[in-house]
């Protein structure tokens, strides 16, 4: 059974810096990996996929890395900005299903 | 390129009651999924719908149902609703899960 996890639970950070936020997985055979994000009560947007061949994606500020191997994927924010506040959520993908972790929770103060 | 769009918002039902939540894919896309996601937890999957077939399933009861249309729309019945089904009900398209889902805003159900 697939789990999920994500370190830090919270993050507090002025902004301007270069964060990292860790996910791992047990169970290695996945299709690929999505990493979104969530603003409070709202529904997730998707920040990067991550094909189980690739090592790693970016999109602007963001880049993330997969190691299917070792079941672990980092997602790097680089000069982090107030409007990045939100909860990131990592899910791999299993045959028919997205699993998620309970995410971290991201404040970035001016 | 229209996104996912679910309907309603928000509802209030009373513990008992039955609730049909609706969602729209995004288009081109085949494959439907539904989440529950409880205050302060991550998404869980409840059932997934692949050419108006259900081809995957989440923990979760019976009367936890779905359908999917020939247009790939979708609904989520949930009868006999509890307390513990308070939740956000997160809705997915995809053209299937090896491109990556697009989740819509969700539904906020608060069951008194």
């Known amino acids: 059974k697939q789990e999920v996890t994500q370190i830090p639970a919270a993050l507090s950070v002025p902004e301007g810096e270069n964060l990292v936020l860790n996910c791992s997985f047990t169970?290695?055979?996945?299709?690929?990996l999505q990493w979104f994000r969530q603003d409070p009560g709202k529904g997730l947007t998707s920040l990067l996929l991550?094909?189980?061949?690739?090592r790693e994606q970016t999109s602007g500020r963001l880049n993330a890395s997969l190691d299917k191997s070792s079941g672990r994927s980092t997602l790097y924010i680089a000069a982090s900005q107030p409007g990045d506040s939100a909860t990131y959520l990592c899910?791999?993908?299993?045959?028919?299903?997205?699993?998620f972790g309970t995410g971290t929770r991201l404040q970035v103060f001016p | 390129e229209t996104g996912v769009t679910q309907s309603p918002t928000h509802l209030i039902k009373t513990r008992g009651q039955q609730v049909t939540l609706r969602c729209s894919s995004q288009?081109?896309?085949?494959?439907v999924s539904w989440y529950q996601q409880a205050l302060g937890q991550g998404p869980q999957f409840i059932f997934q719908?692949?050419?108006?077939?259900?081809?995957g399933r989440g923990n979760f009861p019976p009367r936890f149902s779905g359908l999917q249309f020939p247009n790939y729309s979708s609904e989520l019945n949930v009868n006999a609703l509890e307390l513990d089904d308070s939740a956000l009900y997160l809705c997915?398209?995809?053209?299937?899960?090896?491109?990556?889902?697009?989740f819509g805003s969700g539904t906020r159900l608060t069951v008194v």
């Open positions: 997915a398209s995809s053209f299937s899960g090896d491109y990556g889902y697009t």
């Open positions: 169970d290695s055979a996945i299709y690929n």
């Open positions: 991550i094909q189980s061949s690739q």
């Open positions: 899910a791999p993908y299993n045959t028919d299903k997205l699993i």
């Open positions: 288009s081109g896309h085949n494959t």
């Open positions: 719908y692949y050419r108006e077939e259900e081809n």
